[in-house]
């Protein structure tokens, strides 16, 4: 399909609404998660990503070509490590990313950030998109594949999460909830940091078909007592978070009585790239995690 075609009348939607342009207009107008609308009058040939997660549906998408440059952060696939590096969301140079030309970035967040305002300060198109749930992720891989013209790419790949969620599902649904497992993820140790069921994480747990022992937390990840682990007892640990080895956080007080500690059920060593990021290997995560959860 010739760019030309492409915009004419393109429409699509990131979680919010995108309005017609009357046919014979090359523009392409859309609302994306912060409610902003943007507009582009082509087809994007340089684009800047700030996430990990966008940097690897960019890739899966097929739209490598187009990415000028990427933070130091996205080491997915390996050939992103050749592009061009543009510091991150805290520490932007701005310098370098202004000399790449870009016509389009792409970030994530809830609220509008400081870079974003810099971008509209030089009139370069930004989209912003959440990565919270699974929802979200896979709204985010129609979106750009709408824009880096792979939309029947981008559907395929979402068919594809579908379906491995479904037999996950259809697994983790044979087993009675009083007879899942207990999980605590440990996401640092100095101070002892844990998810919530409202977290990226946490979401992953319960597709994978375990229970959160810290589910309740009042925001996604905070920090917590260690006494709070020992009274929920959970009977796995994963640990994502170099900080501690498997014999450390065996000998903390007061931790030799946890299920999990009692039978050596404490999972150091994790992908956090692929548990933890909201991209489009995500399915991979749940898939260790399950593996985890319902070893023999």
């Known amino acids: 399909m010739k760019r030309s075609l492409y915009f004419i009348s393109l429409l699509f939607l990131l979680g919010c609404s995108a309005q017609p342009r009357p046919h014979g207009k090359m523009t392409l107008t859309l609302t994306d998660d912060l409610g902003r609308t943007v507009s582009l009058s082509q087809a994007p040939s340089r684009v800047i990503s700030f996430a990990p997660s966008l940097t690897e549906m960019v890739y899966a998408l097929g739209g490598e070509g187009r990415l000028a440059g990427v933070t130091a952060w996205c080491n997915w696939p390996p050939q992103a490590k050749e592009k061009t590096v543009v510091g991150d969301m805290i520490s932007p140079n701005f310098e370098r990313m202004v000399s790449l030309k870009p016509d389009l970035a792409l970030m994530i967040g809830s609220r509008p950030s400081p870079l974003l305002k810099k971008f509209e300060a030089l009139n370069i198109p930004v989209l912003c998109f959440k990565d919270e749930t699974v929802a979200d992720i896979q709204r985010a891989l129609k979106a750009l594949g709408q824009v880096l013209e792979s939309p029947s790419r981008a559907d395929s790949l979402t068919r594809e999460m579908d379906l491995q969620l479904a037999a996950i599902k259809a697994a983790v649904d044979q087993v ?31 597709l994978a078909g375990g229970i959160n022992v810290t589910g309740n937390l009042p925001t996604s990840y905070t920090a917590v007592n260690p006494e709070l682990v020992v009274k929920n007892d959970p009977t796995i640990i994963i640990v994502l978070h170099p900080q501690a080895n498997k014999e450390q956080i065996a000998q903390r007080l007061g931790w030799q009585n946890v299920s999990a500690v009692r039978n050596g059920r404490i999972y150091p060593g994790l992908d956090q790239d692929v548990i933890l990021r909201p991209g489009p290997r995500f399915t991979e995560g749940i898939k260790i995690l399950h593996g985890i959860f319902y070893a023999p």
């Open 176 to 206: 009675p909830m009083e007879q899942r497992p207990k999980v605590f993820a440990e996401l640092g140790s100095s101070p002892l940091f844990a998810a919530g069921d409202s977290s990226f994480i946490g979401q992953m747990i319960a």
